[in-house]
């Protein structure tokens, strides 16, 4: 009976340190997969995290690089804060359009008032003539401003430095000199008066025409301001049978030629 019972306990012994070598066998194995996928793992992360790094740093740079330009552009604003700022709340002053008029004021307040307004008028004029028109020339003659490239361009150029179109004149003399600019210059002031001249004068005439009448008004104004090298006396096509039935109109654009177009224009 002893024989049978140890036969039994060693075969039981043996299988359990058998099962013992097999699972310690499988955690290690275990373990070791577990490992080789930690690794692997991190082998992958490693190039993104460098990735990441490299874009990080060039992100920072550019935001240090763009506060850089910030602060510099800000500096001048904080050293003085003020320096953009003009309070015009309580500035009021205007000149008086109608000073040159031709009006005789009554009473001897007015007459001041007047003289006050003209001698305000008359320093404003000084102003312009010496100081802001002669600066505007030096400033086209050095490209510092936009150079007007038409007759469009140059009113509103005028208009935003707060000179007036009559000052047209003016402004031509002082453009003529041999800068190549200013002789640019020149030439587009001299167009724009014979135009604004021209308009000013065919308002006239073509206010006293009626309507079957105005195109070949127009027209022989034209033909007499820009035809004169291919015509020099162009002719009025107009309906002569028409007429009788306009008594009022005034027909004496027929008798316009170039030369007389051209002492109107200038009289302008």
């Known amino acids: 009976t002893t024989k049978k019972d140890v036969a039994p306990t060693t075969e039981a012994k043996a299988e359990e340190s058998s099962s013992e070598e097999e699972s ?4 290690s194995s275990e373990e070791e997969e577990s490992s080789e996928e930690e690794e692997d793992s991190e082998e992958e992360k ?16 550019k935001a240090a690089k763009v506060a850089k330009k910030d602060a510099v552009e800000k ?13 015009i709340s309580g500035f009021s ?3 008086n359009p109608d000073v040159f008029s031709g009006q005789n004021p009554q009473s001897e307040e007015d007459k001041k008032e007047w003289e006050q307004d003209e001698a305000e008028v008359r320093a404003a004029c000084e102003h312009l003539m010496s100081e802001v028109i002669p600066r ?10 936009g150079f007007p490239m038409d007759g469009q361009s140059l009113s509103s150029l005028l208009h935003k430095r707060g000179v007036n179109i009559r000052y047209l004149g003016k402004l031509a003399e002082l453009a003529d000199m041999p800068d190549p600019r200013l002789q640019a210059l020149k030439r587009l002031i001299i167009q724009e008066m014979i135009a604004r001249g021209f308009k000013h004068f065919a308002n006239s005439k073509l206010r006293n025409v009626s309507a079957p009448f105005a ?3 127009a027209a022989h104004l034209l033909n007499c301001l820009l035809g004169a090298e291919v015509s020099a006396e162009p002719v009025a096509e107009c309906d002569n ?6 008594p009022e109109d005034d027909f004496g654009f027929e ?3 170039p030369e007389t177009l051209k002492k109107e224009v200038y009289a302008q």
């Open 215 to 217: 195109a070949p008004a």
């Open 75 to 87: 500096k001048p604003d904080a050293e003085d804060p003020e320096q953009e700022r003009v309070d």
């Open 46 to 61: 490693t190039p993104k995290t460098k990735k990441m790094t490299k874009a990080e740093k060039k992100a920072a740079e």
């Open 136 to 145: 505007l020339i030096q400033e086209l003659k050095e490209g510092e401003v």
């Open 241 to 246: 049978s028409l007429k009788a039935m306009y």
């Open 93 to 95: 002053f205007a000149l």
């Open 24 to 27: 310690d066998e499988e955690e």
């Open 255 to 257: 008798k316009l030629t």
